[in-house]
């Protein structure tokens, strides 16, 4: 399965990389807003094409997006006139959702409302590579990176467990084939460093709600589309109020010096709001690297090392003036103190041991 989540990292570190311009139309065409009667689709594959359809006016990127998935994803794929009208709906669609994408990067840019920047910007290469124009240099670990004037977040009860030289996730039911239900063994590269187990509560003080898009640009959207499914009816009525996503993959240690250290793995994702969390992988073997930027310029690379070559980021719903308990595991340098945890979309919070 192929992922776009974990690109995260590189754009969170090295910031958007510049284009000229506004997005280039691709055509002419405006995209339709309702089905012609006259196409045959197999089986239930109407149902999903109208729907995607229907948004066109309110929400041109998830058009384009669930357009897409239809036409190049979904089983079983549309054909004949069918194929060709979704075609051409999907091409129309594009310059819309880029141009969207595009206003929304830079509200977010305005409001140093970094989980915003980066979906925009994931989102948009993924549909076009360079389609957004940078508005502004970001400096990971800088002032501005760590005093977003965009609050979502509020931070408490923080605190810290040295795990030593690594920290293994035994499978709940070993010996059974289950997609995800692994034993997991992670280990920071870097001798010099150890791996800690950081808990805290996140309460979401913000009363907007994150674009219906936030997981394309992390998730293969089967995944997605299975995660829908399962969803308890419950939860399904939470993503009708305001609620935002905690991704634990834009969640950090802040070292001493300005060094970042990404979340590698959350073992626990405890929400007051949904009883089901989304948890992405890397596919094996890849590793999932996470990045540090030392006050000198030097860049430290630290790998995670596991059975099957992966570490997770988890995504769970949050609905406002609701909490999370999270555990998460970071690799920091041996022994480091004044350590903080760092949520984007919040102020820095010290690290009790």
């Known amino acids: 399965m192929q992922m776009i989540a974990m690109v995260v990292l590189g754009v969170l570190l090295s910031g958007p990389s510049s284009s000229s311009g506004t997005p280039p139309e691709i055509n002419k065409t405006e995209p339709a807003t309702s089905v012609p009667g006259n196409l045959h689709w197999a089986k239930d594959l109407k149902t999903h094409v109208e729907e995607a359809t229907a948004l066109v006016n309110n929400d041109p990127v998830m058009a384009f997006l669930k357009s897409r998935y239809i036409l190049n994803d979904k089983k079983p794929s549309p054909r004949g006139k069918g194929r060709a009208w ?136 089967v995944l997605i589309e299975v995660w829908e499914v399962l969803q308890p009816d419950e939860d399904k009525n939470v993503l009708k109020g305001s609620f935002r996503w905690l991704n634990t993959g834009c969640i950090a240690v802040l070292i001493p010096g300005g060094a970042l250290s990404r979340c590698l793995h959350a073992p626990e994702c405890k929400s007051e709001t949904a009883a089901l969390s989304l948890t992405v ?73």
């Open 281 to 353: 992988r890397n596919d094996p073997p890849h590793s999932f690297p996470t990045f540090s930027v030392y006050p000198d310029g030097a860049r430290t690379r630290m790998e995670v090392i596991s059975d099957d070559g992966w570490a997770s980021c988890t995504f769970v719903v949050v609905a406002s003036g609701k909490k999370v308990d999270v555990g998460l595991l970071f690799a920091v340098p041996k022994g480091a103190s004044g350590l903080q945890l760092l949520v984007n979309g919040s102020p820095p919070v010290a690290i009790e041991e």
């Open 86 to 221: 979704l075609e051409t709906q999907v091409n129309a669609l594009e310059p819309k959702a880029l141009r969207v994408l595009q206003e929304n990067y830079e509200t977010a840019s305005r409001n140093f409302d970094v989980n915003g920047v980066v979906t925009s910007w994931l989102l948009a290469g993924s549909i076009r590579k360079e389609s957004l124009t940078k508005t502004r240099e970001w400096s990971e670990g800088g002032e501005e990176w760590v005093s977003a004037t965009h609050a979502i977040w509020r931070v408490t009860d923080v605190h810290m467990t040295r795990l030593g030289g690594q920290y293994r996730q035994e499978a709940q039911f070993p010996g059974r084939s289950i997609p995800g239900d692994t034993t997991l063994t992670i280990a920071p590269k870097d001798k010099g460093c150890e791996i800690v187990r950081v808990n805290a509560r996140v309460e979401n003080i913000s009363d907007g709600k994150d674009p219906a898009y936030f997981l394309w640009g992390y998730a293969d959207p």
